[in-house]
């Protein structure tokens, strides 16, 4: 079988972790555990999973032309990510991520630096890239303009549009329109439809809800498919690696039920380690994976 080609459009930062103990109160200093750079972004991330997962993985976005932008750059071409799309900008720095870890969860703060200078014009450079493309996958961490020209671009030829609606906000009633599938939290999924009628876009829907599973309709039947139990080192990642698992799935013609097992395995085994990137797993990984969760079954 052909590698599927997915079109990842979205942001390219470096994450800034620091792993404490507890969260600090508000005013309090506390020493942590540990610090670590890596490679992060919401579209890098999910361009990493979906290479990891056996694609042909095509990044549009920007970079500031310092220290983080040449060593992202770098990271994805290791990992087998087409780049020759992402914009060096000189006037602004590459985006970081500030990053906390503690008990469990996280808590982020994006400064989207170059990601914000991309613009529609840049996407329109790359509409053949866009038509060759079997899924195009969009966050929102970059401006809302070139998401909704990347939309357009994508349906005019035909090709499954996914958006991850994160960070969440407000989507024009076209975007919503064409799009195939929305992937929002159910706290991205409530400002998502505020004043819109949910019920018009049920079946683009497939909401992540976290340790309970993800929701999905279909002919406006509803259906959970639950997630797997995995001792949980660090969730930063989890769901862009679900997301890029999803493309890639849903490239290769998998029903959706199954290609949002498949994702659920990939973001399960994405917590089981430390770092957004360095945790996402191996096609290999996922299919053993879900092998010995079916020989549990049996």
Do not use: Y
């Not at 310092?66 to 900008?89: A, C, H, M, Y």
């Amino acid at each position: 079988m052909n590698k599927p080609i997915i079109t990842v459009i979205g942001s390219i930062n470096m994450d800034l972790v620091t792993v404490a103990a507890r969260f600090p109160n508000q005013g309090e200093t506390i020493l942590g555990k540990q610090f670590l750079t890596t490679p992060g972004g919401k579209g890098a991330n999910q361009a990493v999973a979906a290479a990891r997962l056996g694609a042909n993985v095509r990044m549009i976005g920007a970079v500031g032309e310092d220290t983080f932008g040449k060593e992202l750059l770098r990271s994805l071409r290791n990992g087998g990510i087409s780049i020759q799309d992402v914009k060096p900008v000189t006037h602004e720095h590459t985006g970081i991520a500030s990053i906390t870890i503690s008990e469990q969860d996280n808590r982020i703060i994006v400064v989207p630096g170059a990601n914000h200078a991309l613009t529609p014009e840049d996407l329109d450079k790359c509409e053949s890239i866009i038509a060759q493309s079997d899924v195009c996958l969009l966050q929102l961490e970059i401006p809302i303009p070139v998401v909704e020209r990347a939309v357009s671009l994508a349906h005019r030829h035909g090709v499954r549009v996914i958006v991850n609606p994160a960070p969440a906000q407000p989507l024009s009633p076209s975007v919503l329109e064409q799009v195939d599938f929305l992937t929002p939290n159910e706290h991205e999924r409530a400002l998502l439809f505020a004043g819109i009628d949910e019920g018009k876009f049920v079946n683009k829907l497939i909401v992540t809800e976290g340790a309970k599973g993800v929701r999905i309709w279909q002919d406006g039947q509803e259906q959970l498919i639950p997630s797997f139990r995995v001792p949980v080192v660090d969730t930063t990642g989890a769901g862009d690696t679900f997301n890029g698992a999803l493309a890639v799935a849903l490239a290769e013609g998998k029903p959706l039920d199954e290609a949002c097992r498949f994702a659920n395995a990939a973001a399960a085994l994405s917590v089981t380690k430390l770092g957004a990137q360095a945790g996402m797993p191996t096609r290999e990984d996922v299919e053993s994976f879900l092998a010995k969760q079916k020989g549990n079954q049996g």
